[in-house]
């Protein structure tokens, strides 16, 4: 059976610009060949063991030429797998995506597209430049700057200038003299505002605003580079008046997330609203154990309290007690512990109150918290990783408490982008670096393998997991409680930006 191929339009950058449709294409796909403008957060979508084709295309570098891309798509559907060719940007804005489908289609081979948001429309309104207002141009057009090898492109400036609308230059930043020249020479007015947009709709987007005659001499003193494009029309004058993206507190930044990828969403979307540039790399996975002698035993004697220190051990449990044909009410009778409010939640959302959260979220405040609670012969029940701090259950036995620390998943130190991520730490191209435990710490750094691990700021989420940054000698700003908003908090402090 031959597997169709769907045409996705990546969009400009992040997962955040990414259709839906996109979205559930992607998370469906048995492959994918994609190009290199698609962001890892989007290739993190895919499911466990889908085939990766990297076409690596670029301008004037392409390592996968066009028909080895038509021929690998060919190949993979026809050995039956669902393919994504994933395209940034949208796939017939050019993309080549009429080029594909008409090879897909002369060799039998079904397809559909998903079109995605151009670079066209989404780097100019990331630069606050409505391409089109009653009051300036009643047109937008989107003229690709890019012509195949050795030749130049093929541009009528006369018609261009004449139309009086907003022009979009894409893959023009190498030949930005002679756009500029072009548009000069065809009668514009060299006063007419026109702007160079760098990762347009990015954290790291940069722009230069200027005139046409002025914009190629201030993009070279800017260092602007490729990926980018020229916008030229009366708009462009509107740009420091509505640039709602370069006034985020957080704009410019390169923030890195370690934390597990299910758990990952919440921080990264937080910082992306603060106009970070994010870059997920979860450094740990949770493996739950699939052997549940110890919890059986466990649950042959009588505690006071059941103790959850973070939300995997809430699932975990949960999991566990049902292979072992039970479920939540096998903690009859004690009352419950959270480490935090987040591990709070997951109780809650089994429907299930803690009946104790420390006022600060770490496992040395919540075993003070259980001596306070418990009588001198009490018992505790510890759910949660095997490998767990000893400072919880050390501190509990010398208090006279009666422990049973059952390990209920692995922490395994895995990071599928650690190439990504060695390239971003060797170009000294990340500001900080997320840690909210301190075997994310630990993951992180192997993964870093020999990248250098000192031109960042590690943002701890407290003192236990500051420690085991600072053991690897990283420049460490740590939060005043263990919550996401007191970790952003204390981001926007350093950054003075707030």
Known sequence: MIGTVTLVGAGPGGRELLTLAGAAAIRQADAVVYDRLVDGDILCLLPPGAVRVDAGKQAGNHPMPQDEINATLVRL????????????????????????????????????????????LAAPAFAGIPVTHRDYCSSVHFITAHARAGQTPSIDYAALVRLDGTLVFLMGLGALEQVTQGLLDAGIDPAMPAAVIENGARGS??????????????????????????????????????????????????????????????????????????????CIETVENEDTALLRAALGHSYDWAVFTSPAGVHAAVHALGRLGRDLRALYGMKLAAIGRGTADALAAYGLTADLVPAQYDGAHLADALVEQLPPDGA?????????TRVLPEKLLAAGMVVADVPLYDTVYRCDRADELRALLARRAVDCVTFTSASTVEGFVRAAGDAPLDGFTALCIGAQTEKAAKDHLMHTITAKNATIDAMLARLLEEYGNV
């Open 205 to 282: 987007q940069r722009k230069v605003v200027d005139t046409v005659r002025g914009l190629a001499a201030q993009v070279r003193a800017a260092g602007l580079g490729s990926p980018a494009l020229i916008v030229v029309g009366r708009v462009c004058g509107l740009s420091d008046a509505l640039d709602w993206f370069t006034p985020l507190p957080l704009h410019g930044k390169t923030v890195v997330v370690t934390r597990p990828r299910e758990r990952a969403g919440t921080l990264s979307a937080r910082l992306r609203t603060l106009g970070a540039n994010v870059v997920e790399a979860p």
């Open 380 to 388: 505790v029940l510890l759910l949660r990783a095997r490998q767990g």
């Open 77 to 120: 559907a026809k050995q039956g797998k669902n393919t994504v060719r994933l395209k940034g940007g949208d796939c017939y804005l050019f993309g080549r995506g009429g080029e594909e489908c008409e090879h897909l289609r002369a060799n039998g081979v079904p397809f559909r597209v998903i079109p995605g948001v151009t670079s066209a």
